[in-house]
């Protein structure tokens, strides 16, 4: 079992920078490719960003390509998602999640979940 735990969620306004962190623990954080997603009540989990094991490579959801970044710690055990220019749309509640092998942006995929972050937009 891999336990993640997000945090760094809040209250911000549009415009504004927040750093989502998420700290993995119970397996190799190395070995597992890391993705993003987010929620909003009655709709489904949307695609945030992957990055490789490695950190080598990311990739993102076209709905915040440009504005989010994803990065990763191995030797900390913790990915990040730095979200940049926020708009209210932005509002969810983010998880991160860990998948063995290659990446997807299907959450399906992905083994283990953290309980997710909230993150607020004010316009």
């Known amino acids: 079992q891999m336990q993640l735990i997000e945090s760094g969620g809040g209250l911000v306004q549009a415009g504004d920078s927040l750093r989502l962190s998420c700290a993995a623990s119970g397996r190799t954080f190395s070995s597992y490719v890391m993705g993003w997603f987010r929620q909003v009540l009655g709709k489904e989990r949307e695609f945030v960003g992957w990055?490789?094991?490695?950190?080598?490579?990311?990739y993102y959801g076209d709905s915040v390509k440009g504005r989010f970044s994803i990065a990763r710690d191995n030797v900390k055990s913790t990915v990040y998602l730095e979200m940049n220019m926020l708009k209210p749309e932005d509002t969810a509640v983010y998880y991160c999640a860990a998948r063995r092998t290659f990446t997807a942006i299907l959450a399906s995929s992905y083994d283990y979940w953290g309980q997710g972050t909230q993150v607020t937009v004010s316009s």
């Open positions: 990055i490789s094991q490695t950190g080598a490579s990311t």
